[in-house]
C-alpha cells in the first residue's frame, strides 16, 4: 500500500538551535500513529516541520508530494490539518465561527453546512454553545471545538498535539473514543503527538518513540505497550 505521509532525514531548527536529527517515519493510509517522547524530545517540532512552521530540510512527502519548501497553506491544500498544542481556537468568535473557519481552504462551500451538523453530531455539547463565545468554553470543549475545527476541513491527514492536555480524564476518554470513531467511519488518518503513552498506545496502530531529536525506537503500538523493557526505559510505566 502506497504510504500517505513519508519523512526521511528530516531535520529541523529554530535559529541557530537544531531539534530534530534525521528523523524518518511513515503513516499508512487510515491508521493512526503516535509520536511519543519526554518534554523536549522534538515531537511537537515534527509537527510543526511537517506543515512547514519551522526551518527544514530532508524530505517530506504527503502522496508523493514533496512539501519540504513549501508555504504552510500549500500543505493544508493537500488535505492536512493541524489541532496545535494550546488549542488554537479563536477565543473571541463563536464556535459556529470557528467551524466556519476551519473550511476556508475548501473550493466547495455547497456542503459545509452539512459538514457542520457532522460535527454538532459528534460533538453534541458544541451544538448547544454554537452561539457561544469561544473563550468562555471550558477547556474540554475547546478541544473538541479545536478538532472540530481541523476536520471541517476534511483532511486526509489529522495532525493532533497532546490533546488530552490539562483535561479531565473522563474528558480525554470521551475526545479519544470519538477519535477513533472518526478514524474507523471517516477514514481520517492521524499523527498523535501525546505525552500519555498508554493512552496513545491504546488508540494508535504504530508507534515510534523520540529521544532528543532522534527516532530511538518504532513499531507496531500494540508490541510497544506490551514490551516491559521498553515502557520502563522509554514510557516511564
Known amino acids: ?16 538551535t537544531q531539534v530534530l536529527f ?17 518534554n523536549g524530545a522534538g515531537k511537537t517540532t515534527t509537527l510543526r516541520a511537517l506543515c512547514q512552521m519551522v526551518r527544514t530540510s530532508g524530505s517530506i512527502r504527503i502522496e ?26 479563536f477565543t473571541g468568535l ?3 465561527e470557528n467551524l466556519r473557519l ?12 452539512q459538514d457542520m451538523e457532522r460535527m454538532f453530531a459528534r460533538f453534541p455539547i458544541l451544538k448547544q454553545r454554537r452561539h ?14 479545536a478538532i472540530s475545527r481541523a476536520l471541517m476541513l476534511r483532511p486526509r491527514l489529522l495532525l493532533l498535539d497532546e490533546p488530552s492536555f490539562g483535561l479531565a480524564p473522563l474528558i480525554v476518554a470521551e475526545i479519544f473514543a470519538i477519535m477513533r470513531t472518526i478514524n474507523k467511519e471517516d477514514r481520517v488518518s492521524m499523527l498523535l503527538v501525546e ?6 498506545l491504546d488508540l494508535a496502530d504504530y508507534a515510534y518513540l523520540l529521544e532528543t ?12 505497550k506490551n514490551d516491559e523493557s521498553v515502557r520502563k526505559a522509554y514510557l516511564g510505566y
Do not use: W
Request: glycine letters at 16%; one cysteine or more.
Open 213 to 224: 531529536g532522534r527516532v530511538a525506537l518504532s513499531g507496531p503500538a500494540g508490541q510497544i
Open 102 to 113: 476551519g473550511a476556508y481552504a475548501r473550493g466547495n462551500r455547497a456542503e459545509l453546512e
Open 132 to 145: 457561544q463565545q469561544a473563550g468562555t468554553l471550558s477547556g474540554g470543549e475547546q478541544q473538541m471545538l
Open 195 to 200: 505525552q500519555n503513552a498508554n493512552l496513545a
Open 94 to 96: 463563536s464556535v459556529e
Open 64 to 89: 508523493g508530494q514533496q512539501v519540504v519548501g513549501k508555504s504552510t497553506e500549500s500543505v493544508v491544500r493537500l488535505g492536512v490539518a493541524h489541532v496545535p498544542d494550546g488549542r488554537g481556537t
Open 22 to 38: 534525521d528523523v524518518a517515519f511513515a503513516l499508512e493510509p487510515g491508521h493512526i500513529t503516535t509520536i511519543l517522547g519526554a
Open 1 to 16: 500500500m502506497a504510504k500517505l505521509l513519508e519523512v526521511d532525514k528530516l531535520c529541523a531548527s529554530y535559529g541557530a
